[in-house]
């Protein structure tokens, strides 16, 4: 299935179905039995980390390289977007200037008294965050609560491209990221 949603390709030997418990992007915490995903990034090339996350336990390890013209994470992406699909998850997207993790959080509390689901963990709101927490959606997942951020036009389209909200919940418009906003009116575009 893997190979399959992110149009890959295996490197060695794979004898039978392989399944992994999670997919880690930190070498440093990965678990046995996870997926480790090499991101490569501006500080830090998770290439550069494979052997070591593979002496630490993991079942396998997701490589790619940048290519030009195409983003970073889309691999990650396609395959977040692949399992989000396969399930009938009601998805809720929640972005907006601020309150968005505390809406999350309000959300999620209230929804789980009634149904079982997730929401996004941590500051889960980016282009790595959002694919990460889509992979959490199971058969069993009735609902899921993603928080959206964006620092810069388009992010949230492309967020929400991945996820597909049946549902948007925009908080609040106020200035922040103004660097990479330049106005309020491209924020509130932007949510």
Known sequence: DLLEATRGCPIGTISGEVSFSGICLDSRTIQPGELFWAIPGTNYDGHDFVSEALSRGAIGCVIERPIAGVGETSVLADFASWNRKRFDTYLI????????????????????????????????????????????????????????????????????????????????????HLEGFRSMETIARTK
């Open 93 to 176: 997207g929640v972005t907006g200037s601020v309150g968005k993790t505390t809406t999350r959080e309000l959300m999620h509390s209230v929804l789980a008294t009634e149904y079982q689901g997730i929401r996004s963990r941590h500051n889960y709101n980016n282009h790595l965050g959002v694919p990460l927490t889509l992979l959490e959606i199971t058969e069993k997942t009735e609902y899921a609560v993603i928080e959206m951020g964006a620092s810069a036009p388009g992010e949230i389209l492309q967020l929400s491209e991945i996820a597909l909200p049946e549902v948007g919940v925009i908080t609040r418009v106020a200035p922040a």
